[in-house]
């Protein structure tokens, strides 16, 4: 995977302390955006998964993986196949894209990433709209959506 970086401890990028992983290339550009580095695709460095695995299984602490960006949706088979496994070890997942919820349904490995996480934060960042009174998001066009339940009810179910 292509990646800008790796933050260990983080408690801003979805609920307890997480193990986040910056995705490294996207296209969205939105102005204002707080990681310009990680537009390049690139960029970065490439970590390979059992790489990844071997460290986040050093911090014991550690219940949930998120993944943010640059745009985590733009390597959707690499995503999805690290993901099916950070869920058969009982990892909560948690995606940020800049896509919107349904957009990444007509996208089908967009989707097959997607559809294992728990929480997806979708929409791209609005400048215009920043707010810093929601959990977990930057503007507030920006939803934070239980995927399963979604999926489950065909409908968007914002948490």
Avoid: W
């Avoid at 550009?29 to 986040?56: K, M, R, W």
């Amino acid at each position: 995977m292509r990646i800008a970086g790796i933050v260990d401890d983080s408690t801003v990028d979805g609920p307890g302390v997480r193990y986040t992983i910056f995705m490294q290339g996207c296209a969205h550009n939105c102005e204002g955006c707080h990681n310009p580095a990680t537009h390049n695709y690139h960029g970065g460095g490439v970590l390979s998964f059992d790489q990844i695995l071997a460290d986040l299984s050093q911090h014991k602490y550690i219940k949930g993986v998120t993944f943010s960006g640059g745009e985590p949706l733009d390597q959707p088979e690499q995503l999805a196949a690290l993901i099916e496994e950070l869920k058969t070890r009982g990892y909560h997942v948690v995606i940020f894209t800049g896509y919107r919820y349904e957009e990444v349904l007509q996208s089908p490995s967009k989707f097959a990433a997607a559809k294992q996480a728990d929480i997806l934060i979708d929409g791209p960042y609005i400048a215009a709209q920043k707010t810093l009174n929601i959990p977990f998001r930057g503007s507030a066009n920006q939803r934070m959506i239980d995927m399963q339940a979604s999926i489950a009810t065909g409908e968007v179910v914002e948490i």
